[in-house]
């Protein structure tokens, strides 16, 4: 029996529409930056929780990069309200997966710093898994 594979090289980037969580103005504009260089679209920026909530309830976006902690208000309410509209998204930490709560560590990460190929790597695992 053949197993499937995926490589991510094969998962195209362009024109996917992406919600950016983060209250860090150069993180966020570096996310920006990165995803435009990736030929993503960038849906929003949301620096405040009460943003990021209302966003994640009805803005049309593919996927979401949440940072964990925005403005000291943890982000799970927003990634379990990406979770009921079967949005999938990523946490953007410095802290790894052990600073996650334990509901949320099967969620990639995008580990802060982190580099174009980075960011390219989890959008992609997203899309797979959406698939």
Do not use: W
Not at 49 to 58: L, P
Not at 68 to 83: F, K, M, W
Not at 101 to 116: D, G, T
């Amino acid at each position: 029996m053949l197993e499937a594979r995926f490589d991510l090289n094969d998962v195209k980037l362009t024109g996917l529409r992406v919600l950016v969580v983060e209250d860090e103005p150069i993180v966020a504009m570096l996310i920006e930056d990165t995803l435009g260089e990736l030929g993503c679209i960038v849906a929003d920026i949301a620096a405040r929780f009460e943003d990021a909530m209302r966003m994640a309830a009805s803005l049309d976006f593919d996927v979401a990069v949440l940072d964990v902690n925005l403005g000291g208000q943890q982000t799970y309410p927003v990634a379990e309200r990406l979770s009921e509209r079967k949005i999938p998204f990523a946490f953007a930490t410095g802290y790894g997966a052990s600073g996650l709560s334990p509901e949320f560590r099967h969620v990639p990460i995008l580990a802060k710093p982190f580099q174009l190929s980075d960011l390219a790597g989890v959008l992609q695992k997203l899309l797979l898994r959406s698939s």
